[in-house]
Every structure is written in structure tokens, then in C-alpha cells.
């Protein structure tokens, strides 16, 4: 006969004894992929629960996505350490754990001094289903009007404010880090510069895709 299993119950933290970190609900971790070629998962732990023995501790972990492994795949505006907050959640072992790391906000990212090997951002939820981002719409800069990517060196104008890439303006990023000063085509035509005011409406580029919901969830992360 079958015997009722005895709950399971919540822990406050858990120490991971081969990498001894401790970790609680909120933190983000590294997990160890299924197919060991790939880089690591990058999860957020929402509970820590262990059997009635003590043993056996299972964290439910939320997934960030790499945009890789978006449905619509990585995009020239995604930086290096991008990660999308998805809806996807799986039950792991917490000995999966192979290191903590840190997702910070976009802004907080680009104020970083150094960004080290266990820095991310995030700055959309994912949902892995339809492939849809929150927020929907991004802004958009420079002349080649793209979404800010943190990993591309850009100069705000005195002018009208917008950032531009180096590479649009015709400039290394050498050449870049040394102005003092910058105005762009527009604003530095003859007789000084002149504020545009239409650049102050934020342009935005919309992130929607095709629903591809026929799609399963192991397909869209397989990429
Ligand atoms: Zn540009
Ligand atoms: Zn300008």
C-alpha cells in the first residue's frame, strides 16, 4: 500500500556545499545546464523546500532567458549580458546551484563601473509561450534609430539630447571617449546649434511578433 508522503517544507535559506554560497527566495543563481556545452542557466529562486528526512532540497527557480533563446532570437540591440525575466518556473535540485550572480536593472547596469563575469540586466519579462516582451516598445536613439544597447559606446548631443553611436557619427570610440564636447549633424548646422524639437517625442520601436504559440517550449529554447 501506498504510503501518504509527508510534506515537504519551506527553508529560509539553504547552504550549497560545493560552492558554499548560501541562498535564499530572491536570489539569482547559476544552474548547471542539461547539455553541459551550453552556458549556465540563469534562474531566480522563488522557494527552498526540503523532505521531511531533511533531505533532498528543491528550489523553484524562474527562469531569465538569454536572447538566444527567445523565440525572436538575439537582436544587434541586445547586449552581451542581457537576460529576459520569462513566466517559465521548473522544480530543481538545489545541488543543480553552481554559483550566485547578479541581474540588475538596466539603469543600474549601465552605471556600473566593471561589469564582472556574474553581472546581467534585464529590462523585459518574457512570456516563453507567444515570445512577447513587457514593456512592448523600447526607445530608440541615433540616426540609425535603434534600441539602446549598453555594450555600444554612445555621445549625447548638447543639442537635442538623443545619444549617437560612434560608428553613426564617423568617429572610433577612441575618438568618441575623448570629445568634450558633442553636437550632431542637425544640431551643429551653421549658426551654432539649434534644439529640434520633435526628437524630444520619444521614438519607440515595437517588439511585437507573430504569435508562434504552435511552437512547444522546447523548441523555442533550443536554439
Ligand atoms: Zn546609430
Ligand atoms: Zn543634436
Not at 205 to 212: I, W
Request: with cysteine.
Amino acid at each position: 500500500m501506498a504510503k501518504v508522503r509527508a510534506p515537504r517544507r519551506p527553508l529560509e535559506s539553504y547552504t550549497v556545499k560545493h560552492i558554499s554560497k548560501t541562498i535564499k527566495a530572491g536570489d539569482c543563481v547559476l544552474m548547471r545546464p542539461a547539455d553541459q556545452s551550453n552556458p549556465q542557466y540563469v534562474a531566480r529562486i522563488e522557494r527552498i523546500d526540503v523532505d521531511a528526512r531533511g533531505r533532498n532540497v528543491k528550489v523553484l527557480a524562474r527562469w531569465y532567458y538569454r536572447p538566444e533563446e527567445s523565440i525572436g532570437g538575439r537582436r544587434q540591440f541586445h547586449g552581451s549580458k542581457e537576460l529576459f525575466l520569462s513566466d517559465h518556473y521548473d522544480v530543481q535540485s538545489a545541488d543543480t546551484i553552481e554559483g550566485k550572480c547578479t541581474v540588475h536593472s538596466f539603469k543600474n547596469y549601465t552605471k556600473l563601473e566593471a561589469v564582472g563575469n556574474d553581472d546581467f540586466f534585464c529590462r523585459f519579462e518574457y512570456n516563453s509561450c507567444t515570445g512577447a516582451f513587457n514593456p512592448d516598445r523600447v526607445a530608440v536613439y541615433c540616426k540609425c534609430e535603434m534600441p539602446y544597447n549598453p555594450d555600444d559606446l554612445m555621445v549625447q548631443c548638447e543639442g537635442c539630447s538623443d545619444w549617437f553611436h560612434s560608428a553613426c557619427i564617423e568617429m572610433t570610440a577612441e575618438e568618441a571617449k575623448r570629445l568634450d564636447h558633442f553636437f550632431c549633424e542637425s544640431c551643429s548646422s551653421e549658426g551654432g546649434y539649434k534644439t529640434t524639437p520633435e526628437v524630444n517625442e520619444k521614438s519607440t520601436q515595437n517588439l511585437a511578433f507573430q504569435s508562434r504559440c504552435s511552437r512547444s517550449g522546447d523548441e523555442s529554447i533550443t536554439s
